[in-house]
């Protein structure tokens, strides 16, 4: 923050990478920069990680307070939509945040166990974590493996097996 603002950052990025359409506001450098900058803005606003954490520990009372946190975080940092605050707060550690990402919500959608958005699919992974007394972390990544069917920590990749899975357990219940 003191040697960068979203513009000169957004210089930076146009000597290295020589962008097209740098002056329209919707490019995606020009974005990124921004999103750079804010997130520089609201990190700073702590003393160090221990008051991050603290800061983050207020927001744990429940599910309501716990998302209240993404929210913000959407709202503070340029381009930082519901699903990647979870996502970030997710990597940092913090094991309650699940990432409603398009896996989550097009299994969970399909079992009628939310509506089709993120807040919905955020509180219906934790409500499945309570139900199994798991961290919404697991639950999330056991959907997202099979959505996605990335083993990463691995490096096999068995193909997305999202429909067949939904299909399966749709005819198990009908059955």
Same mark, same amino acid.
Request: aromatic content about 14%; overall charge negative; some cysteine.
């Given at each position: ?10 210089? &930076?990025? !146009? ?26 803005? +609201?990190?700073?606003? +702590?003393?160090?990680? *221990?008051?991050?954490?603290? +800061?983050?520990? /207020?927001?744990?009372? *429940? ?10 975080? =959407?709202? =503070? ?14 990597? /940092? ?17 399909? +079992? ?15 409500? @499945? ?5 798991? !961290? ?31 299909? @399966?357990?749709?005819?198990?219940? &009908?059955?």
């Amino acid at each position: 923050l003191k040697n960068y603002n979203a513009d000169n950052l957004l210089n &930076e990025f !146009n000597k290295k990478f020589d962008i097209k359409n740098i002056d329209s506001k919707n490019n995606l450098w020009r974005l990124y920069s921004k999103s750079i900058i804010s997130a520089c803005e +609201f990190v700073n606003k +702590f003393e160090d990680a *221990n008051d991050f954490d603290r +800061f983050v520990s /207020l927001f744990k009372y *429940n599910e309501l307070s716990s998302a209240a946190l993404p929210m913000l975080l =959407e709202r =503070e940092i340029v381009g930082l939509g519901f699903p990647l605050a979870c996502d970030f707060l997710k990597e /940092l550690g913090y094991n309650e945040y699940p990432k409603p990402d398009v896996h989550i919500k097009d299994i969970f959608v399909a +079992f009628d166990l939310c509506d089709n958005n993120d807040y919905s699919a955020y509180k219906a992974v934790i409500e @499945m974590a309570n139900i199994v007394n798991e !961290n919404p972390y697991k639950v999330d990544k056991i959907f997202w493996l099979i959505g996605a069917g990335n083993f990463y920590l691995d490096n096999i990749n068995i193909g997305r097996h999202k429909e067949e899975f939904i299909n @399966m357990v749709i005819d198990k219940l &009908e059955h």
